[in-house]
């Protein structure tokens, strides 16, 4: 059955009259009398008869009658509740975010905006930045933040980069770093990897790290205990860590750097819920503040990078 017959159900149990329940159709009587007979062979019973005191319906008929109501207000209701999402960017986001990023700048960046989107929602899972990659692109989030460049046709507004430092107990200069310990945390791959390249294009060898660890947090405790040196993206940590940092460059002095993207799917995009938050993190970028680390924004691309 469509709302339509659902509709004329309701309306004709409610005026238990063919001629008042066409006119709030908007129908002639006769296409309603049709309307009606459609219904019944749908159904294969009887629904509705007429008699001298108006429209007599069947137990079956007033059973359905009534549901057809209830269904009814719920319809409009729903439509009601999707009209306001899209005035009012009511709705809930799928974001996924690495756990760095989750745990030092998430937090601020959802509480400004529900300031300003109090409707929105966000369904919030930590990843990693290829894993988060390959989720918007299946479509099972929304949209996400991901460290590095990564070769991808999915949309995407660069929203920071990161200068990369060398940290260590003591200060040091970047010739020393081959003689110390090196310690690698657990990052994405792209980061990994550009780790090894500025290592190659620096000391001319392959980068060996003495030690792996779980996170930036750990390997920064480490760092500060003396037990090597780590490369980081971003000084956010700063305040937290008694340690020293020394900014790096290519061979050819350009600053060490990583980008960081927001990632989002083009099929939700007409979304007014996604379209207010992509229009507050354009407003707001760079999202990490340069007092932490001199980030900059260099615009959005549609593409690979």
């Known amino acids: ?22 006119a709030q159709l908007y129908i002639s009587q006769p296409a309603l009398t049709v309307r009606l007979q459609n219904i019944e062979r749908e159904l294969d019973c009887k629904v ?34 999707v009209r306001r ?37 966000f369904q919030i899972e930590v990843a990693d930045s290829s894993e988060i990659v390959k989720r918007v692109g299946a479509l099972e989030a929304h949209c996400g933040f991901v460290h590095g460049d990564y070769m991808d046709t999915l949309p995407k ?18 010739e020393q770093m081959p003689e110390l ?26 980068l060996e790290p003495q030690m792996s660890v779980k996170n930036i947090d750990l390997c920064l405790h480490m760092v ?27 061979s050819d002095h350009r600053p060490l750097t990583r980008s960081l993207w927001f990632l989002y799917a083009s099929e939700v995009m007409e979304s007014p819920c996604m ?6 993190l354009r407003e707001r970028a760079p999202l990490i503040p340069p007092s932490r680390g001199g980030m900059d924004l260099d615009g959005e691309a549609g593409g690979g990078s």
């Open 157 to 174: 507004l660069r929203v920071a980069s990161m200068p990369a430092y060398v940290v260590s107990r003591a200060p040091l200069a970047v």
């Open 224 to 250: 500060e205990a003396g037990m090597g040196i780590g490369i980081v993206f971003g000084d956010f940590w700063d305040k937290d860590y008694k340690i020293c940092k020394l900014p790096l460059h290519w």
């Open 48 to 81: 509705a008869a007429r008699s001298n005191r108006g429209v007599v319906f069947t137990p079956e008929g007033e059973y359905l009658a009534k549901r057809a109501a209830e269904i009814s207000a719920l319809m409009e209701q729903t439509l009601r509740h």
């Open 181 to 206: 310990p090196f310690i690698t945390h657990n990052t994405s791959e792209k980061t990994h990897e550009m780790i090894r390249e500025w290592w190659q294009d620096r000391f001319d060898a392959d």
């Open 1 to 22: 059955m469509k709302l339509e017959d659902l509709n004329t159900l309701s309306v004709l149990f409610r005026t238990k009259n063919l001629t008042q329940a066409a």
């Open 85 to 121: 999402m899209q005035s009012e960017h009511l709705g809930t986001i799928r974001l996924l975010a690495p756990s760095s990023f989750s745990r030092y700048f998430l937090l601020d960046i959802l509480r400004d905006y529900k300031a300003v989107s109090p409707g929105t929602n």
């Open 275 to 280: 379209c207010g938050f992509l229009n507050f």
